[in-house]
């Protein structure tokens, strides 16, 4: 039960009603508590507002009654003996509420009413069915009540207003300013609470306006509640001025402020408030302070700063306290220290179901799937949250068989099933991509009536994208309510153009969605846009979004900050990317990632080991994703490091507790067939401790093919079409290999299996952006509107081209085709006819930019070097092994790609 601080000039007797040694101490809470009024027999608040100007006593300074204390179970409602005025009602109706006992106060009510009516006793009812969760009857004792008075009204508007009945609590406001009764501090504290329940801005406005009339705006309960008001609104400016005014604060004051900090994402500017409250005011922090600062420090990544607060909590006295601990586990794992998180867990004396919930979201952020898993089981209470914790957290490490799994084991042992729960299976179904699972659960969730939450369906339209569902997808994208908020459906949406490889869709409707107005652009949306634009190169858009961004202070995101590092580096734009990487005021493991992976497709090997070092330095964890891109940063390094890779390779487990997986086996063969240790990379397959997936073989295929290895590469390639004999790209492999070895007839015969199973080769695809618009290209291609005067260029760069000395290499063409076929194949490639449609509508001195959905050939390699010359132009093709700058006859990648 919360007390009451009273002002010391205030004569109020305190029953035992009001003191019970039973209860708690109320929690500092960064909103004041709705006041829980005592039972007792004088006027609580005397209209006196100067009292209400004076420091409040300490709690602990207030008298006690210790012989008020109940020694025995209370009286039987049937066994209440007769009841005279002089009877302690008071104590009998705190007696009913200790022990929820409703009879007991139903029948003190009764006994009430055989005498005069007392406007204290009366108050004191409505609090006592108001606490015992009976508003009915609380309202009709204070309808039966000829006389009321501030107690009476500020009672029943708090109990309303904690029961979720804010409109009666609004109602009761006005009534009572009806009745000429003036309100009191807590009367503003509970009539602000309820209209921050419902966001009311315009009457919480109103009210701040007659606290200031009235001159309760100087106590700090009623400053504090307004503060938390405008918060809520999201109106910090508001919040910070009042804070500057206040004549007095106290510990929820500076809790109330560095709360709404963090929710505007301001988690710097907390710190320093918590540094300013020591010098300033020199309070004593409390749980709630720590819990808050540690969720400030984890927001911004400041490790030293959340160490900090853990030494201060430990010196504080806050060792053992639940909620400091279970902050402390949450600040661990966001800021990547999983050792520091399991070291606390093992220590602490006393856990709850967070503190082992917290744990699993922990393991599972690291990848540490069995240690979850086994936790969860060691748990001794779970709950919903704790199972959903492990199935959102088997989503996060791929494991969506898994989260199937433990989703039906949900269903059959009846654990509730929450939106997480089910978004969460949702999400598994799109991971695993199976049509006929995604639609049994599709018609599950709309069974059991969850199709209409907003969050579900956007995970369901998302899931739809991801199974090859597109026109489902489409589907449920057209029948969203228009007068609702589509920012969300709209980014899921053009999330799923660009997963299903339909990115001009993507890019098409992102530009609607902004000229109709529906779409909001949010930190999400614009992280999702970004990726877009890095995956189509389209950098003007990109660049808009970034500019957007920095306007809207989306920068501070880190997930937005990340996808422009992305962004930049896929559009060929490297510096930019570092730049926003150094500007990041934190920076998580994708961060790093992605830079990484930017150096890695401008092929600086060397820079991308650099940049790792530094994020040894910084003691950030590596994932999976870091790994690989360690491996592959091997690749492409100035000198051959094979050595160092191999050593690198055999220490993933040992050092970062990471068991290597397909795709790392796949990178590490690349990195020898680079460096023409075919027969090593071979060796290094059959070594591995499992049975390799046909990437792995793949890329050793395609190690074979640049190296004109047909022995190895025919073993490579019986393993491949064992496992995938319905993959078009093996074929075309295999038949590559043999045309560069020059083995015409085995290529002849695979091409020929290809057209028997009715296979066909993935549309080879080039596309330049030119004015906003994207343009694609297909080989021999004249479906655009300009391909006559494209023709035309081309074969005049063609002419220009073999007067510098550019001879067509046609050893990948069929044989069985005439040679001037040949070069017919040759000079109109997608890429050849891109290049020369930029050259077109371009300035002369500007870049040309081309990207193309597959390795570019030999041929167009060499031919892009020639048009750098004798059309003195950059040519800038980015492919599915880098970036290729073609500048004065030379190449970025030197001929190795």
Not at 204 to 214: D, E
Not at 509 to 526: I, K, P, W, Y
Not at 711 to 735: D, F
């Amino acid at each position: 039960m919360a007390a009451i601080i009273f002002p010391p000039s205030t004569t109020t007797k305190i029953t035992h009603a009001f003191l019970s040694p039973l209860s708690p101490d109320p929690p500092k809470s960064p909103i004041p508590p709705i006041p829980s009024f005592p039972l007792c027999k004088t006027p609580l608040f005397p209209h006196n507002p100067k009292l209400t100007q004076t420091p409040h006593p300490p709690l602990s300074k207030l008298p006690s009654h210790p012989t008020l204390l109940p020694r025995t179970n209370p009286p039987s409602p049937n066994n209440l003996g007769p009841i005279s005025p002089s009877s302690d009602f008071f104590s009998l109706l705190h007696l009913s509420v200790h022990y929820a006992d409703v009879e007991l106060a139903m029948a003190v009510h009764a006994a009430i009413l055989k005498h005069l009516e007392d406007t204290h006793l009366s108050n004191s009812l409505i609090v006592a069915y108001l606490k015992l969760g009976r508003p009915s009857y609380a309202r009709k004792v204070f309808d039966e009540m000829s006389r009321r008075d501030v107690v009476s009204y500020t009672a029943l508007i708090s109990g309303f207003a904690k029961l979720a009945r804010e409109d009666e609590a609004v109602g009761l406001f006005f009534e009572m300013r009806e009745s000429r009764i003036e309100p009191n501090e807590y009367t503003f504290v509970a009539i602000l609470t309820a209209c921050m329940r419902v966001s009311d801005f315009e009457l919480g406005f109103q009210v701040h306006a007659l606290a200031i009339k009235t001159g309760y705006l100087g106590c700090t309960y009623v400053s504090n509640v307004l503060m938390g008001f405008y918060g809520k609104c999201g109106c910090l400016s508001l919040v910070l001025k009042l804070f500057d005014k206040m004549p007095q604060r106290d510990i929820a004051s500076w809790n109330t402020v560095a709360s709404c900090l963090v929710k505007e994402l301001m988690y710097e500017r907390a710190l320093v408030l918590f540094h300013d409250m020591l010098q300033t005011d020199n309070f004593r922090v409390d749980y709630f302070t720590l819990s808050i600062l540690l969720v400030a420090s984890a927001g911004c990544f400041a490790l030293m700063a959340g160490r900090e607060l853990h030494a201060h909590a430990l010196r504080s006295g806050f060792k053992t306290n639940l909620s400091v601990n279970n902050a402390l586990i949450g600040f661990y794992r966001k800021c990547g220290s999983v050792k520091d998180a399991v070291v606390l867990f093992e220590r602490m004396p006393v856990k709850d179901v967070i503190t082992w919930t917290e744990m699993v979201t922990t393991y599972m952020k690291f990848g540490l799937v069995e240690s979850a898993v086994e936790l969860l089981y060691r748990m001794p209470v779970k709950n919903c949250v704790s199972y959903n914790a492990l199935l959102a957290g088997y989503c996060q490490n791929g494991e969506a068989s898994r989260a199937l799994g433990l989703f039906c084991r949900m269903v059959e042992e009846g654990i509730e099933l929450s939106d997480f729960t089910l978004t969460s299976v949702v999400n598994a179904c799109g991971l695993l991509m199976e049509t006929k699972t995604s639609e049994q659960i599709h018609g599950f969730v709309l069974k059991f009536g969850f199709g209409s939450n907003d969050c579900i369906e956007t995970a369901l339209l998302d899931m739809c994208t991801r199974c090859g569902r597109m026109a489902d997808a489409e589907k449920m994208f057209h029948r969203w309510p228009l007068d609702q908020n589509n920012s969300i459906i709209w980014t899921s949406m053009i999330c799923g153009y660009a997963r299903h490889g339909q990115p001009e869709e993507a890019i098409s409707l992102f530009c609607l969605g902004q000229a109709e107005g529906t779409m909001t652009v949010d930190e999400v949306a614009s992280a999702a846009v970004l990726g877009v634009c890095g995956m189509l190169g389209f950098r003007v858009i990109g660049e808009q979004i970034h500019c957007h961004s920095l306007k809207s202070g989306f920068m501070s995101d880190i997930g937005v900050g990340n996808a422009t590092i992305s962004s930049y580096c896929k559009c060929g734009n490297l510096e930019d990317g570092i730049k926003v990487f150094n500007n990041m005021p934190t920076h998580d493991v994708v961060s790093w990632n992605g830079l990484m992976a930017g150096h890695i497709l401008h092929r600086q090997g060397d820079k991308t080991l650099a940049l790792w070092m530094q994020m040894v330095a910084a003691d950030v964890q590596p994932d999976s994703v870091t790994i690989l891109l360690i491996i592959s940063a091997y690749r492409c390094t100035k000198s051959n490091l094979v050595d160092h890779c191999r050593r690198f390779f055999r220490s993933i487990k040992s050092t970062y507790n990471i068991e290597p997986a397909s795709e790392h086996y796949a990178s590490l063969v690349g990195v020898l067939g680079h460096w023409g240790l075919l027969e090593e990379a071979e060796q290094e397959i059959c070594m591995m401790p499992r049975e390799p997936e046909a990437s792995v073989w793949r890329a050793l295929l395609d190690s074979c093919r640049v190296h004109f290895n047909t022995a190895v590469g025919k073993r490579a390639a019986k393993q491949i079409l064992a496992m995938e004999p319905q993959n078009p790209s093996t074929y075309v492999l295999v038949s590559n290999l043999y045309s560069a070895s020059g083995r015409w007839h085995c290529s002849d015969m695979i091409r020929g299996e290809m057209r028997e199973h009715g296979f066909q080769k993935r549309p080879v695809r080039s596309w330049i952006i030119h004015q906003n618009k994207i343009h694609s290209f297909y080989a021999r291609d004249k479906s655009h509107s300009r391909s006559k005067d494209i023709y035309s260029g081309l074969q005049i760069l063609v002419l220009e081209c073999i007067r510098a000395g550019y001879v067509p290499d046609t050893s990948f063409v069929l044989h069985e085709v005439e040679e001037h076929q040949k070069t017919e194949f040759l000079f109109y490639h997608s890429a050849k006819l891109a290049v020369t449609y930029g050259l077109l509508m371009t300035r002369p001195g500007k870049p040309v930019r081309v990207v193309k959905n597959i390795v570019l050939c030999g041929d167009c390699h060499t031919f892009f070097k020639y048009v750098s010359v004798v059309t003195k132009r950059e040519i800038h093709v980015r492919d599915t092994s880098g970036f290729h700058c073609f500048s004065n006859g030379r190449c970025s990648c030197k001929d190795q790609w």
